[in-house]
C-alpha cells in the first residue's frame, strides 16, 4: 500500500504543477492550458492526495498514517521537482501515468 500511496503522491504532484502556466510551458513547450482544464488538474492533484492520506491511514492507523503520508508526499516532492524536473521533464507525464498503475499491481500481489 505504502508504494501506491507513494505513486500517487508523486501523479499528484504532478498533476498540481500542470495547473500551473509555468510548469505546463516547461513540459509541453506550448501555451497554457484553458482555465478549465488547470482547474481540472488542481482537482485531480488534490483528490489524489485525499486517497493517498486514506491509503495510510488504513494501512497503519491513525497513529501512524498521517506521519507516513507526509513522509509519502516528501518523497514525491522531492523526485519530481529534483530529480526529474531539471534533468528528465519528458518523463514526468509518462510516469505519472504508469506508476500508479504499477503500484495498485504491487498492492493487489
Do not use: N
Not at 516532492?77 to 514526468?92: C, E, N, Q
Amino acid at each position: 500500500m505504502m508504494l501506491l500511496a507513494l505513486t500517487l503522491s508523486f501523479s499528484a504532484f504532478t498533476a498540481l504543477s500542470l495547473a500551473m502556466e509555468k510548469h505546463q510551458h516547461d513540459l509541453h513547450g506550448k501555451a497554457a492550458a484553458t482555465l478549465a482544464r488547470r482547474t481540472q488538474w488542481r482537482v485531480l492533484g488534490w483528490v489524489l492526495l485525499a486517497v493517498a492520506f486514506a491509503l495510510c491511514v488504513i494501512d497503519h492507523g491513525w497513529a501512524m498514517g498521517p506521519v507516513l503520508w507526509l513522509g509519502v508526499m516528501t518523497v514525491g516532492g522531492v523526485v519530481l521537482s529534483f530529480g526529474l524536473y531539471p534533468y528528465r521533464p519528458k518523463w514526468i507525464a509518462p510516469l505519472a501515468l504508469a506508476l500508479p498503475v504499477i503500484g495498485l499491481l504491487v498492492a493487489l500481489v
